[in-house]
């Protein structure tokens, strides 16, 4: 089955740069999309389609996709921002299904 | 403002069923492919169905195929999920959401789960 990987973790101190990562095989051939899920709420969309940031979604995040991998990216990390960061993209096999990555627990102190 | 609120969960024995709710307000309900993703307790997310806005198409994870039927009533703003044959590894909190056809289905709203628990 189609598989998504990110790191476990990713620390930040304040102000400095976040950025998190997400490997799979038919990234090249499909968007990647970004959650955040602060603790106990639902995930909230921040990117889309690669690069792209729904209305009301703060400047700091950006993404990128090359090859097999995306980046989320958190330029000048908040406190607020601590939370775990999922991707989202589909498999490329034509069977329609949907997958999110393993999460990415970022800390930012 | 776009509402989705799941209903329904609880404690259930393994091998029974329970049936999930997601009322929906605020967009066009008929107009949107739904989806159910769920979240084992300290785990990640994982996508279990979505049905197309008629409901003529349907597409379930393999971890559910066959013990789980997504349906809806676009007549009642509803999203439902029935849940039979249940696992120790169904225990979740369930999540409806609405896909974002334009941005090539990505579920861009989330309710607020409801949470399913199977144990003996």
């Known amino acids: 089955s189609y598989e998504l990987t990110q790191p476990p973790s990713v620390s930040v101190s304040p102000g400095q740069t976040a950025r998190i990562t997400c490997s799979g095989d038919?990234?090249?051939?499909?968007?990647a999309y970004w959650y955040q899920q602060k603790s106990g709420q639902a995930p909230v969309l921040v990117i889309y389609e690669d690069s792209k940031r729904p209305s009301g979604i703060p400047e700091r995040f950006s993404g990128s996709s090359s090859g097999t991998m995306a980046t989320l990216t958190i330029s000048g990390a908040q406190v607020e921002d601590e939370a775990d960061y999922y991707c989202y993209s589909t498999d490329s096999s034509g069977n329609h299904r949907r997958v999110f990555g393993t999460g990415t627990k970022v800390t930012v102190l | 403002q776009v509402q989705l609120v799941e209903s329904g969960g609880g404690l259930v024995k393994p091998g029974g069923s329970l049936r999930l709710s997601c009322a929906a307000s605020?967009?066009?309900?008929?107009?949107?492919?739904m989806s159910w993703i769920r979240q084992a307790p300290g785990k990640g997310l994982e996508w279990v169905s979505y049905?197309?806005?008629?409901?003529?198409?349907?597409y379930y994870a393999d971890s559910v195929k066959g013990r789980f039927t997504i349906s809806r009533d676009n007549a009642k703003n509803s999203l439902y999920l029935q849940m039979n044959s249940l696992r120790a590894e169904d225990t979740a909190v369930y999540y409806c959401?609405?896909?974002?056809?334009?941005?090539?289905?990505?579920?861009?709203?989330w309710g607020q789960g409801t949470l399913v628990t199977v144990s003996s």
């Open positions: 049905i197309s806005s008629s409901g003529s198409t349907i």
């Open positions: 959401a609405r896909d974002r056809r334009d941005w090539n289905d990505v579920p861009d709203y």
């Open positions: 605020g967009f066009t309900f008929s107009d949107y492919y």
């Open positions: 038919a990234l090249p051939k499909k968007y």
